[in-house]
């Protein structure tokens, strides 16, 4: 049973379900990949992925690709893995390319040993649904008191100052996930000024505030931020207007077989 039957398609036409898939990148090795799934990928594909110089790094990108490919024609049946086509956004935001009876949207991420993939299948197609999904592991070694004013807003780093270590870090990173989230959502990538959208976090919900010079309708998005493993954070913003069906998290043990799991969310948006 693919996931599309179980549960991804919508039932209430009104709401979008999100699943989240992911996948842990050190159980896989390239030659072993490309022997498996080698058909599912493109060549241009599988030569990018030898460039990269480092081995895991090309496991990564090879990995990446099947993952993408094989999670869309669950979806989307009708389209084989191979038969998947990509373009972008005038900033770079990747697209699917092909014909789909629904709008499929999806935004990917990768961090440390994990790759993130968000996608819905939605059966309107003349509403706007934009997703951004942000993966980052956490990292002591940063010294934050340098990187908060250069990513954050005045507020956000004053947010920040009342932390103690190790807090600090955690909320540094559910902040810069959740600034990353937006601008993918967004699609218009560096374009976008970090201090003219802020977060404000406190108990266990997100605002979020957007200059009117940025021309967002604040009032759009819905923000995740999830308990998603030690040392990471992990951000989803969603652009709709109208309620969330559902969040649904989906553990990938190998690229033909996953679980449903549950991650709790340690703050979401009130709208």
Not at 46 to 60: E, L, N, P
Not at 67 to 73: E, Q, T, Y
Not at 243 to 263: G, P
Request: with cysteine; aromatic share 14%; proline share 3%.
């Amino acid at each position: 049973m693919n996931t599309k039957q179980q549960g991804l398609q919508n039932q209430n036409m009104d709401k979008p379900i999100i699943a989240l898939s992911y996948i842990n990148t050190s159980d896989f090795y390239f030659d072993e990949l490309l022997t498996s799934f080698g058909d599912v990928v493109t060549v241009d594909e599988v030569s990018k992925a030898k460039r990269f110089h480092f081995a895991k790094d090309q496991t990564r990108y090879l990995l990446t690709r099947i993952f993408i490919r094989l999670l869309l024609s669950d979806v989307a049946p009708e389209i084989t893995p191979k038969e998947w086509q990509f373009t972008q956004n005038r900033w770079g935001k990747p697209l699917v390319d092909n014909q789909t009876r629904d709008q499929l949207v999806f935004n990917i991420s990768h961090a440390g040993d994990y790759i993130v993939c968000a996608i819905c299948c939605f059966p309107q197609q003349d509403v706007t649904l934009e997703l951004g999904v942000d993966i980052e592991k956490e990292q002591s070694s940063r010294d934050l008191t340098l990187l908060a004013p250069r990513f954050f807003t005045k507020q956000e780093a004053k947010y920040l100052e009342q932390w103690p270590q190790p807090q600090k870090i955690t909320e540094f990173y559910r902040l810069w996930t959740l600034k990353e989230s937006f601008i993918k959502a967004e699609g218009k990538g560096l374009s976008i000024n970090l201090d003219k959208f802020r977060f404000i976090l406190e108990s266990e919900k997100i605002q979020f505030k957007a200059s009117s010079s940025l021309g967002v309708e604040a009032n759009l998005y819905h923000f995740y931020n999830f308990e998603f493993a030690a040392n990471y954070q992990l951000s989803l913003a969603i652009k709709y207007d109208g309620a969330i069906e559902a969040v649904n998290f989906y553990e990938y043990q190998s690229l033909t077989r996953k679980r449903a799991v549950t991650k709790p969310i340690w703050l979401k948006t009130v709208n």
